[in-house]
């Protein structure tokens, strides 16, 4: 059960660091902020600044828009460092907590969810900000949906005021671990009505989240088929840098896979018939779904059948399955729930804390 600790003060805000644009690797932007606006672009020596080379430009904390050729402008809160590299921009932002929480609600969940699974979801988006610094090897976070999606444009002002109203009524609190840690704590679109268990998908136990019974979401279910050299070629890519892995044919049939299920039907793991190999349910996922062209493949609670020389995949639910489903939380809100009843379903061994008094992660 979800205990409410006793408020501390948060002292400094913390500051999220995000690596920004990175799917738009762009070779030119305009920033502008605060009266200042800069031209930036590349060049063979490197970083142009208002076309003179530069090593880096640092601008200190303020609400930044910038403009992409061709691009909606986006608007981040906070600092931001910019330099060049293989004739691409880098932009990282330190962005301020409560401001990076309003815009990731905004951007990951659909306009008209209910205010109390809005809020639960901002106390799970802070979490994992906080806590889940590991996800790349610069110890910053991405701006995509690997780690947590950032648009910074596009969003209807309805639902931007509806996710900055969440952020400011849960302002500062997280789940927290029994042993005090802020909980990396995860979410997904739709469970499909079974939680998936954290151990089982990611092989760790520090997101707070346990595997369960969600009768809040009962879909999507979804179909999709591949060749059998795509299938093989997903293996390949989801068995990318293990040195364990024996060697993988030009072709797979579903017949040539073995599915180990966990917690409510979600694969755990896959295998070849002969042993030779063996991937996480939700890396093999990935990779079908990255050779399909995105949003085909949506989990790993998922089966393979064999069909007139392709193999179907079908399955239900969207995203990993761990903690937090949005579909169920917004489900449970419209029928009473608060956000701490919502996150006790998802998060049932944790605390509800005070944020970390941390000027930066």
Not at 21 to 36: I, M, N, Y
Not at 79 to 85: G, K, P, S, V
Not at 103 to 129: C, D, F, K, N
Request: hydrophobic share 45%; glycine share 14%; proline share 6%.
């Amino acid at each position: 059960m979800i205990a409410a600790l006793l408020a501390l003060s948060l002292g400094a805000a913390p500051r999220v660091p995000v690596e920004l644009l990175a799917r738009q690797a762009p070779r030119a932007l305009v920033v502008r902020g605060g009266g200042t606006v800069r031209s930036v672009g590349t060049g063979q020596g490197g970083l142009v600044v208002d076309g003179h080379a530069a090593p880096a430009l640092a601008l200190g904390p303020g609400t930044w828009r910038i403009e992409l050729p061709g691009e909606a402008t986006r608007t981040y809160v906070g600092a931001l460092m910019i330099r060049a590299e293989g004739g691409v921009l880098h932009v990282r932002g330190e962005l301020e907590l409560e401001p990076y929480v309003a815009a990731v609600v905004a951007s990951e969940a659909r306009p008209g969810t209910p205010a109390a699974a809005l809020e639960a979801l901002a106390v799970v988006v802070r979490s994992y900000a906080l806590a889940a610094g590991d996800r790349h090897p610069d110890g910053a976070l991405c701006d995509l949906a690997h780690c947590q999606l950032l648009r910074g444009h596009g969003i209807p002002p309805a639902h931007a005021a509806a996710a900055a109203h969440a952020a400011r009524a849960t302002a500062g609190e997280v789940l927290r671990l029994p042993s005090g840690a802020v909980a990396a704590a995860p979410f997904h679109a739709a469970c499909g009505g079974h939680t998936a268990d954290p151990r089982e998908a990611f092989g760790s136990g520090a997101t707070g989240a346990s595997a369960g019974v969600d009768p809040g979401c009962a879909g999507p279910e979804w179909e999709a088929a591949v060749e059998p050299r795509q299938l093989a070629g997903a293996v390949r890519r989801a068995l990318a840098g293990d040195p364990r892995a024996g060697v993988v044919p030009p072709a797979l049939r579903a017949a040539d896979v073995v599915l180990r299920r966990g917690a409510g039907g979600w694969v755990s793991r896959a295998e070849s018939t002969d042993g030779a190999w063996r991937v996480s349910g939700d890396a093999l996922a990935r990779a079908l779904d990255a050779a399909l062209g995105r949003g085909r493949i949506r989990s790993a609670r998922l089966v393979l059948e064999d069909r007139d020389g392709r193999v179907v995949v079908r399955g239900s639910g969207h995203g990993h399955g761990v903690g937090l489903c949005q579909e169920g939380a917004a489900r449970h809100a419209a029928e009473g729930e608060n956000r701490r009843a919502i996150l006790s379903r998802y998060f049932p061994r944790v605390l509800i804390g005070a944020a970390p008094q941390v000027a930066q992660r």
